[in-house]
């Protein structure tokens, strides 16, 4: 259950013209009284000899008793309360008692015979309208203060009570949603989502690893903005607004948004506050050992170095300070917009829904520190400047291994936020941390491909390494032997153990840097995170000549310590396990 405090107003018939007319889209049925402050207020909406001029001027009475300059300029307090969009529909009495709660709660009619005037009018199934004058029959001002916070502890009761969904309680960061008026415009002009948010995507979209005034607004351009800027005199830009070409008023004109109005943080000096932190390295420069992998510039190379700082960032969510964790979980929101805007298209969707729930996680009353989440945001540029993926091959198998650390990442911030007490922002990052589960599993094919080369593995290979994990991991390895990403992890470890790595320390590692709890498959996570430390190719490349050659001479040399004494006992206690 949602209530809202709107704006105070001067007009009190005019607002009883809007709540018992027909709506702007014909959206208002049956409009009518379900409570008011005296129980016998007359309903222009089911009596017909009543008018909402009669209840105006009832609702206005108390202003007579003060004199015409002691009358306050806005009078009109106006709250709706709407339920969520799961809740069952709710009764007339369920609606009126709920009114009666929330004008006692926030200070309107507190119960104490003296109270203000108002009404509350349905007009939909889901939510009701309650008009009140701010002025009490005793003549004073009612104590109204923080109204919003008293009417949101009320609804969090009332939803206990009736057993609604549960909404949890907000701290005043979330973004701004959408009024009443821009959804049925959306609806009549076909659009999925209100201008506001799709313009709330797109400069997200455009903030992520962006450096610069200049580089932003070249970003919102190129996007297909109207984009006007606010300078002061001294020419210094102070500000923005952008719009929709295609939304457009009753006058025909352009409908423009405020950043701000967008989205808290994304004003001008909050964006400016991303990049302040940021070095002048050349941020297209590719790393040597990404280059030797896949290029300079490449989708690939920018999605292992994305894996890489969302790695190196779950320690940090989990460890630091708060206000560098409050950096990194910013930045990892702008590294999912990235990932979504060049994502291939079976995994597009999910993605993109993962980074519009994150980003209300992204924000919380925790000021952030900028720099330390340097390499985040440098990990979001180079994936809008490597350009969007094919979705197979190196590209496929590197936008796996990207989106397995970012779950990680992104379930690091929801434990974080719970940890805090923001229940809205640790809800968000849950919801991400799903999205990105099943867009894994839409990314995993080349596990398939390490699958079957796992399968064609000798058994007395695959013998050591059953035994190689039981001694390494003695608490994961049972359940590891169970998964089907078991045979990804033999192939994996294989190739390691053929580059020249020590296959217990690369599993050690994998395994003691951060938890795996959450993981749905362990044997998956430990795939990716053993080929990202020993930079092995991440889409499963047919191994050279010297590779193959390399696994067949680890083959070889397995075969003579299994026969051998002091390994006898391994191999016979790992015969017939393995899988």
């Not at 969510?317 to 910013?330: K, M, P, Q, S, Y």
């Not at 198998?397 to 809205?424: E, N, P, S, V, Y």
Request: glycine share 8%; with cysteine; proline share 5%.
């Amino acid at each position: 259950m949602i209530p809202q405090i709107h704006k105070q107003g001067s007009h009190t018939l005019g607002l009883l013209y809007y709540l018992y007319g027909k709506g702007t889209h014909e959206e208002h049925v049956d409009p009518h009284l379900v409570a008011s402050f005296d129980g016998m207020s007359p309903d222009p909406g089911r009596d017909a000899t009543a008018t909402k001029k009669d209840l105006g001027q009832l609702l206005d009475q108390p202003l007579h008793l003060l004199a015409a300059d002691q009358r306050p300029d806005k009078h009109v307090w106006h709250c709706s309360v709407r339920a969520a969009p799961d809740d069952p529909i709710l009764t007339d009495d369920q609606w009126a008692d709920i009114a009666r709660r929330i004008v006692a709660a926030t200070g309107i009619d507190p119960r104490d015979g003296a109270g203000c005037r108002w009404a509350a009018v349905r007009h939909a199934d889901d939510h009701i309208h309650i008009v009140a004058t701010l002025v009490r029959e005793d003549g004073r001002r009612p104590d109204h203060h923080r109204s919003g916070k008293r009417a949101q502890a009320e609804a969090r009761l009332i939803e206990k009570e009736l057993r609604l969904r549960q909404v949890a309680p907000g701290d005043g960061t979330a973004a701004q949603r959408p009024t009443s008026a821009e959804r049925h415009k959306a609806e009549r002009q076909g659009r999925e989502r209100t201008a506001r948010e799709e313009l709330r995507e797109t400069v997200r979209r455009a903030v992520s690893g962006a450096r610069s005034d200049e580089e932003f607004f070249d970003r919102l351009a190129a996007a297909g903005l109207l984009i006007r800027k606010r300078a002061a005199p001294s020419g210094d830009l102070l500000g923005y607004k952008v719009a929709l070409p295609d939304d457009l008023n009753k006058d025909g004109v352009p409908v423009f948004y405020p950043g701000a109005r967008l989205a808290p943080d994304l004003s001008l000096p909050r964006i400016r506050e991303r990049w302040s932190g940021d070095t002048g390295t050349d941020p297209t420069t590719p790393r040597q050992e990404d280059t030797v992998r896949a290029g300079p510039g490449t989708p690939a190379s920018a999605r292992r170095r994305t894996a890489s700082a969302a790695w190196q960032a779950v320690l940090i969510v989990e460890h630091g300070d708060d206000a560098v964790v409050a950096a990194h979980i910013t930045a990892a929101g702008e590294v999912l917009d990235a990932l979504a805007k060049t994502s291939a298209a079976h995994t597009r969707s999910e993605l993109r829904d993962a980074a519009t729930a994150f980003e209300r996680a992204s924000r919380s009353h925790v000021r952030a520190v900028r720099g330390h989440d340097r390499a985040l945001r440098q990990a979001a540029r180079d994936l809008v400047h490597g350009g969007p993926a094919l979705g197979r091959g190196e590209d496929g198998a590197t936008t796996a291994m990207a989106i397995d650390m970012l779950f990680f990442l992104i379930t690091a911030a929801a434990h974080w936020h719970a940890r805090k007490g923001h229940a809205q922002q640790a809800e968000a990052a849950a919801q991400a941390a799903e999205h990105l589960r099943t867009a894994y599993q839409a990314a995993a094919q080349p596990l398939g491909v390490l699958y079957q080369r796992g399968r064609r593995l000798s058994r007395p290979v695959l013998q050591r390494q059953t035994a190689l994990l039981r001694e390494t991991l003695p608490q994961l390895a049972e359940q590891i032997l169970t998964e089907p990403g078991w045979y990804a992890l033999a192939a994996t470890i294989a190739e390691a153990e053929a580059a020249g790595h020590d296959p217990a320390a690369l599993l050690f590692t994998a395994v003691g840097r951060h938890e795996l709890d959450t993981a749905e498959s362990v044997s998956d996570v430990l795939v990716w995170r053993m080929r990202r430390t020993a930079d092995l190719p991440a889409d499963a490349s047919p191994l050279s000549e010297s590779g193959t050659a390399g696994v067949q001479s680890a083959t070889r040399r397995t075969a003579s310590q299994t026969s051998a004494p002091g390994c006898r006992r391994s191999g016979e206690e790992t015969s017939g396990k393995t899988r």
